[in-house]
């Protein structure tokens, strides 16, 4: 396959842009590549500026969940620009879309936007410990919920494939609050809980680990969370950024049939624009300024576009509830068919699927948490991204991060991967 024109365009934009990229996980360096120069993309398929198409398995890390360049948000997105950009002040959108959400997923009775993930769960940590006057908060190995300061350890994602779980320029300080437990050990919770009793602002964590390869929490674990929530007054937080109209239209919370106090998302309800929204009980919510004393803001958000597009999306989706069905069979799909090449190979790894979510483990262990995800092989990974690129399937360049299924995928597409990852798994076995 050839890559010249990406080349090109990766020496001249190292100049200017640290890495050449704007986010540490496009930069493919794990996977021994550069980075890849997208032109355009349309359904299922992403085609490069060197001319390549690949079915496309990162669907923009996960917004992207009707694949690509679909008339209702391209036709939507010209329709609202035409009227203006940005005004900085109310649109009847922002009602439209707080209003979908809310009704969407459990216990919401109040929702912030705002412009990414990171601000999503940042916001909802500040309102967490603002509401409970405490300031200690708990989060799990392996989970990514951004990249703010008190967030950022020991985390999944891009900091975790590049090892560096806790970045430089972390004060100690700032992180001093943050403790970090097993997941699905709720034992390790408990502990936690247990030394400092009346400490704990929040628990976050992603309820489908989708930063440390797909990783479900066990339903014990999370009603146990929502236990030791309640005892301790704690505020439970799901971070739905990813999982959040993707693996339910309700989320992991309707997935799991649990009500956090406190959720966030990101991603899907933006259509593919930046955006992020915290929300959650009334009580907690009308802590936020203006309601209340703890200072939240942003220029941009609750941006016209982002919030135009983010209504069309959820209307389409609650209004096509069959899609979220057909998802989880072509995960299912997948992961079956993934299965059976392993046991034809004689090969051990682990295959985890939620919803249209999946990974594939290159590793013998069984895996429930991080200390398991470590076990996997990066070289075997690099193989097998490797001869799927070549015949021009697109995974994350991550062994930790999901493969994201959209509606335009479809099962011929299924098959045609499925026989090209046999392929790899025959140059991952030599
Ligand atoms: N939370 C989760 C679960 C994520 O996967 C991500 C990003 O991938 C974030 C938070 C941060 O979102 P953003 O990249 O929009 O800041």
């Not at 085609?47 to 679909?70: E, K, Q, R, T």
Request: hydrophobic share 40%.
């Amino acid at each position: 396959m050839n890559h010249q024109k990406s080349e090109a365009l990766f020496a001249k934009a190292c100049r200017y842009i640290p890495g050449g990229v704007n986010s540490p996980v496009r930069a493919f360096a794990n996977v021994k590549e550069i980075p890849l120069f997208v032109d355009h993309a349309d359904g299922a398929y992403l085609y490069d500026v060197d001319g390549n198409a690949y079915l496309d398995f990162i669907c923009s890390w996960g917004p992207m969940i009707l694949g690509h360049n679909h008339p209702l948000l391209v036709n939507g997105m010209e329709e609202v620009m035409r009227k203006g950009i940005s005004y900085g002040l109310c649109t009847p959108d922002e009602e439209h879309l707080a209003k979908l959400i809310c009704d969407a997923y459990r216990g919401m009775d109040m929702v912030r936007m705002v412009n990414s993930g990171t601000e999503a769960t940042m916001s909802a940590i500040r309102i967490a410990r603002g509401y409970t006057k405490r300031n200690k908060i708990i989060k799990f190995e392996g989970c990514y919920h951004g990249h703010s300061d008190c967030l950022l350890v020991k985390s999944g994602s891009g900091a975790l494939t590049f090892g560096t779980p806790t970045s430089p320029g972390v004060p100690e300080d700032m992180v001093k609050h943050t403790l970090v437990c097993r997941y699905n050990d709720l034992a390790s919770v408990k502990e936690v809980m247990e030394q400092y009793p009346d400490d704990i602002a929040a628990v976050i964590i992603e309820p489908v680990a989708g930063n440390m390869g797909v990783v479900g929490a066990n339903a014990s674990f999370l009603k146990g969370l929502r236990a030791l929530c309640d005892e301790y007054h704690s505020v439970l937080i799901f971070d739905e950024v990813i999982t959040g109209f993707r693996l339910a239209y309700g989320g992991a919370a309707q997935y799991y049939g649990i009500t956090p106090d406190m959720a966030c998302f990101g991603k899907i309800i933006g259509a593919g624009l930046p955006v992020g929204a915290y929300g959650g009980k009334k009580e907690i919510m009308s802590c936020v300024s203006p309601c209340g004393p703890i200072y939240q803001a942003g220029t941009l958000s609750g941006n016209p576009l982002a919030m135009h597009l983010g209504t069309l999306l959820l209307d389409y989706l609650k209004t096509h509830p069959h899609l979220y069905t057909e998802l989880a069979d072509k995960g299912h799909y997948l992961k079956t068919g993934i299965e059976k090449l392993l046991q034809e190979k004689g090969l051990p790894f682990q295959v985890h699927q939620c919803g249209s979510l999946l990974t594939l483990f290159f590793t013998d262990t069984a895996i429930s948490s991080y200390d398991e995800v470590k076990t996997c092989s990066q070289d075997m990974f690099t193989t097998y991204f490797h001869t799927l690129y070549e015949e021009g399937i697109l995974l994350a360049p991550s062994p930790y991060e999901a493969m994201f299924l959209s509606d335009a995928h479809t099962k011929e597409q299924l098959d045609y991967v499925l026989d090209k990852i046999a392929l790899a798994l025959d140059k991952v076995k030599r």
